[in-house]
């Protein structure tokens, strides 16, 4: 289950797209391994389950069987950030660090991160 990234940085960045790119690398690489759940898509999938109940729609399996699985994992993450402010301008430094975390045992199964700086005579533009 994707947990949300907790951005503690001065600049407003659209955390999703970190998630995402995770995902995506996890679900391509563990060849089956991984999976991920589509809570957010919960609404319409609840809708399509109750439409198979009912006999609208078709199934290819058992309508009356719980179907929706528990999550075994969280992959969640967070951005912190570093900045300061001199004569020579203004530089940043920030750290992205994501992890997988058993859902069962809190166990942190996967750890990665990244980091960027940036510096600048001007302020967070850089230009």
């Known amino acids: 289950m994707l947990d949300p990234v907790d951005n503690q940085t001065r600049f ?15 679900n391509s690489k563990s060849a089956g391994k ?16 109750n ?7 078709t199934a290819s399996s ?3 069987k719980q179907e929706f699985l528990g999550a075994n994992y969280f992959l969640t993450g967070t951005l912190q950030g570093l900045s300061t402010r001199t004569s020579k301008g203004t530089s940043d ?8 975390i058993d859902a069962r ?11 960027i ?3 600048g005579l001007e302020d967070a533009a850089y230009r």
């Open 62 to 64: 058992d309508p009356a």
């Open 93 to 100: 430094y920030i750290l992205y660090a994501f992890q997988l």
């Open 51 to 57: 439409l198979k109940r009912e006999g609208a729609v």
């Open 12 to 26: 407003p960045i659209n955390k999703d797209i970190f998630l995402t790119r995770i995902r995506t690398q996890l």
């Open 34 to 49: 991984v999976t991920f759940l589509a809570r957010d898509r919960m609404a319409a999938l609840e809708k399509e389950r």
């Open 117 to 119: 700086k940036k510096q």
């Open 105 to 115: 045992t809190s166990a942190i199964v996967w750890e990665d991160n990244a980091e």
